[in-house]
């Protein structure tokens, strides 16, 4: 099993990338966001991005629907805790933040788990 903290961030009101994590050999992964603080009438959208190299990073889509689904949270605005579940096989994951509305100001912190490790 793995756990750890992604990202841990403050007052944050301009949109980046989280920090990347090597999970080969792990999937079935939940993140947990848990936002402090928002600011005045914020927008945040958080997603999933992949990479096999560190330097190419791409978007995670969920293809077993009809429609692809860009993976992510649904859009935020206040303080809470929020709940994200995806599968993946590939080597980095990190999210993605976008900011934006009025006058935000974030303040929070994500963790994931894989729920199960691969053994070849």
């Given at each position: 099993?793995?756990?750890?903290?992604?990202?841990?961030?403050?007052?944050?009101?301009?949109?980046?990338?989280?920090?990347?994590?090597?999970?080969?050999?792990?999937?079935?992964f939940?993140?947990?966001?848990?936002?402090?603080?928002?600011?005045t009438?914020?927008?945040?959208?958080?997603?999933?991005?992949?990479?096999?190299?560190?330097?190419?990073?791409?978007?995670?889509?969920?293809?077993?629907?009809?429609?692809?689904?860009?993976?992510?949270?649904?859009?935020?605005?206040?303080?809470?805790?929020?709940?994200?579940?995806?599968?993946?096989f590939?080597?980095?994951?990190?999210?993605?933040?976008?900011?934006?509305?009025t006058?935000?100001?974030?303040?929070?912190?994500?963790?994931?788990?894989?729920?199960?490790?691969?053994?070849?």
């Amino acid at each position: 099993m793995l756990q750890t903290i992604l990202d841990s961030f403050s007052a944050k009101n301009a949109s980046f990338a989280g920090n990347p994590l090597v999970i080969t050999g792990y999937e079935d992964f939940t993140v947990i966001l848990k936002i402090t603080n928002v600011g005045t009438s914020p927008t945040l959208d958080v997603k999933v991005q992949v990479s096999d190299n560190g330097a190419d990073w791409a978007d995670l889509y969920d293809m077993t629907g009809v429609a692809r689904q860009l993976v992510g949270f649904a859009q935020i605005n206040a303080i809470g805790n929020y709940a994200l579940q995806f599968s993946v096989f590939t080597r980095l994951v990190r999210l993605y933040y976008t900011i934006g509305g009025t006058t935000p100001s974030f303040t929070g912190s994500a963790t994931v788990t894989a729920k199960r490790e691969i053994i070849e």
